[in-house]
């Protein structure tokens, strides 16, 4: 890869190469990816980029892939960046922009991870690729995999949602139902990995995961047309996407393309926060339980928190926790008021905006893009549970209109 210069661990600084399946240091610590920047700069431009198909390989040069490296099967990335005035003017914010990359292929930005993840397996010659997950990494691996014709392996806690079982059974999938919280259902895995040698697309193991991830804040730029927000919100869990979220930009920013970093906000759930509570204590990681619905981002034991701690730190990023309920109405109010149905670890960075502006951290003139990381239909059961059941009755008109003004429901036009 003529674009990467090697792989350094974040902790002692050793350096590796770039091979693509090389994993953690030796010292424990997880690498990054390190590119040479001049030679980007000479051979990528904006103009370049307008002629290039609409998905995550079209910033190749500023990806770990060989020249001769095809794109994955699946469309994935160039998810829609909606500008939301009402939103805004709720919210009481200069501008508001949510990207809704719940539209990729397996309705989730973890796609974007796993096309990364099944583009190296092919360079190393695998034919197998396994990972756990609490969900969204599980389906969008069996399924970018299934397209490529590759087998999975496929690790979830217990407590996985239905929805998302189901997508991976149907992507043919072998998948283990580990009886325990994540940092079992991770823990059997990767022996598992280890011992048949199967290619690893675990969170924080593999350094290529959030170079694919980083393409997420790559589109938010070019869509925006390089002038950059105040802030990004996104929710965190292992600490992989935020990690990738502020490479991407750095990555941007070292080769011209934008000219200022907008500052990161870290949202995570107030049952599970371990990551947020290390920044705002200023203390090493301490586990947690996973006390929160919102399953993708329940991890008690992150496998990124170096990269993600760095990438709040360096921005100089804000920190905020939500509860379930606010989680849940900011689905509601995302989809009320733009038509955009996150499932709850999906709408948490949302959630947060919701919560900074109430409390006088956010204003009028504070521009934020709020990223949605996965489609409500992963878990219509909590949906459901908090916007409540449809009116039931029978085909009577006039049952219709006293259900109607026993709840107030308006009908004029």
């Not at 990054?32 to 920047?37: A, E, F």
């Not at 030679?39 to 307008?50: A, N, S, Y």
């Not at 200023?282 to 990438?311: F, Q, W, Y």
């Amino acid at each position: 890869m003529k674009n990467v210069k090697y792989a350094k661990c974040v902790k002692c600084g050793k350096i590796y190469d770039a091979v693509p399946n090389v994993t953690n240091c030796e010292c424990g610590g997880i690498l990054d990816i390190v590119y040479d920047y001049d030679r980007i700069r000479e051979h990528f431009t904006k103009q370049i980029l307008k002629s290039r198909p609409y998905d995550m390989w079209r910033y190749r040069e500023l990806l770990p892939i060989e020249e001769t490296t095809e794109p994955t099967p699946l469309r994935v990335g160039w998810s829609p960046l909606y500008e939301e005035k009402n939103l805004a003017a709720l919210l009481g914010l200069g501008r508001l922009w949510v990207k809704d990359d719940g539209q990729n292929p397996t309705a989730s930005l973890k796609d974007r991870a796993s096309a990364m993840a099944v583009a190296k397996a092919a360079e190393a010659g695998a034919k197998i690729i396994a990972c756990s997950s609490t969900g969204n990494a599980a389906s969008s691996l069996a399924g970018n995999a299934a397209a490529a014709g590759l087998r999975t392996f496929i690790f979830v806690p217990g407590r996985a949602p239905k929805g998302k079982v189901a997508q991976l059974l149907t992507f043919g999938a072998t998948v283990i139902s580990v009886q325990g919280n994540y940092e079992d259902t991770f823990e059997l895995s990767r022996k598992a990995i280890d011992h048949f040698g199967w290619y690893n697309r675990n969170a924080a193991i593999n350094p290529y995961l959030s170079e694919g991830k980083k393409t997420v804040s790559l589109e938010i730029a070019e869509q925006l047309d390089w002038e950059m927000p105040d802030y990004l919100a996104i929710s965190v869990g292992d600490g992989c996407t935020i990690a990738g979220v502020w490479k991407g930009l750095k990555d941007l920013y070292a080769i011209g393309f934008i000219d200022r970093l907008p500052r990161l906000i870290a949202v995570q759930a107030k049952g599970c926060c371990p990551i947020n509570r290390a920044v705002e204590e200023n203390l090493p990681l301490r586990p947690m339980e996973e006390n929160t619905l919102a399953d993708s981002i329940a991890v008690g034991v992150p496998r990124n928190p170096d990269k993600a701690i760095m990438a709040i730190k360096e921005s100089r990023g804000l920190t905020v926790e939500v509860t379930d309920e606010e989680i849940m109405a900011a689905q509601k109010l995302l989809g009320k008021t733009c038509g955009v149905f996150g499932e709850p670890a999906g709408v948490t960075g949302t959630a947060g905006v919701k919560k900074l502006c109430e409390e006088g951290k956010l204003g009028k003139d504070d521009t934020v893009v709020s990223v949605v990381t996965g489609n409500g239909l992963k878990d219509v059961d909590n949906a459901i549970k908090f916007a409540g059941e449809p009116i039931s009755l029978p085909s009577d008109m006039d049952l219709l209109l006293k259900e109607f003004e026993k709840r107030k429901i308006r009908t004029e036009q």
